[in-house]
T-cell receptor, first 115, second 114 residues
């Protein structure tokens, strides 16, 4: 049973370009979380999605950032017109449901560098 | 709003000594608490969780954590530290609501010296 798969592992974008980060949850998991981690800092919650639904996007910047989790295929975190401050590690986690006693499993992350 | 605090940015312990990584939480309902570990350039790995029941929870790699409701704490402990335990440790909390996201603390870097 494969774990949470994120790709690419490393992504370099020039300022103004778009970044698309993909996350395939563990088999059987229907809930996905996205977090951002700056160097030597903690994880900041961005968005919580269920298949075809955004459950909580309170951590998403109001502009340039969007996320989706379609019925088929991976979850996508999209950053438009990237700026240097978007450089960070972006982690995806998945869980089997909304049950609060279930832990989330993390992917290896995508390290975005904006040059 | 729910939150979790890790008051120490760094903890240094000699190999073989006991270690404690502190975590306190603030929630409006019953907390569900987790500890994760992160090794360099890797994702987070689940260590243990508290849901209900015994206040002392045992997890992976010999770690355990003690839930203390009166002190709203969930400290991570290990009786005898290993150099390989050196990593970044995160405490997390989840409270049931219509959107039960997981909130993480700022992390504590654990350094075990030989």
């Amino acid at each position: 049973n494969a774990g949470v798969m994120q790709n690419p592992r490393h992504l370099v974008r020039r300022r103004g370009q778009e970044a698309r980060l993909r996350c395939s949850p563990m088999k059987g998991h229907s809930h996905v979380y996205w977090y951002r981690q700056l160097p030597e800092e903690g994880l900041k919650f961005m968005v919580y999605l269920q298949k075809e639904n955004i459950i909580d996007e309170s951590g998403m910047p109001k502009e340039r950032f969007s996320a989706e989790f379609p019925k088929e295929g991976p979850s996508i975190l999209r950053i438009q017109q990237v700026v240097r401050g978007d450089s960070a590690a972006y982690f995806c986690a998945s869980s089997g449901g909304q049950q609060i006693n279930t832990e989330a499993f993390f992917g290896q992350g995508t390290r975005l560098t904006v040059v | 709003a729910q939150s979790v605090a890790q008051p120490e940015d760094q903890v240094n312990v000699a190999e073989g000594n006991p270690l404690t990584v502190k975590c306190t939480y603030s929630v409006s309902g019953n907390p569900y608490l987790f500890w994760y570990v992160q090794y360099p350039n890797r994702g987070l790995q689940f260590l243990l969780k508290y849901i209900t029941g015994d206040n002392l929870v045992k997890g992976s790699y010999g770690f355990e954590a003690e839930f203390n409701k009166s002190q709203t704490s969930f400290h991570l402990k290990k009786p005898s530290a290993l150099v390989s335990d050196s990593a970044l440790y995160f405490c997390a909390v989840r409270v049931y609501s219509s959107a039960s996201k997981i909130i993480f603390g700022s992390g504590t870097r654990l350094s075990i010296r030989p």
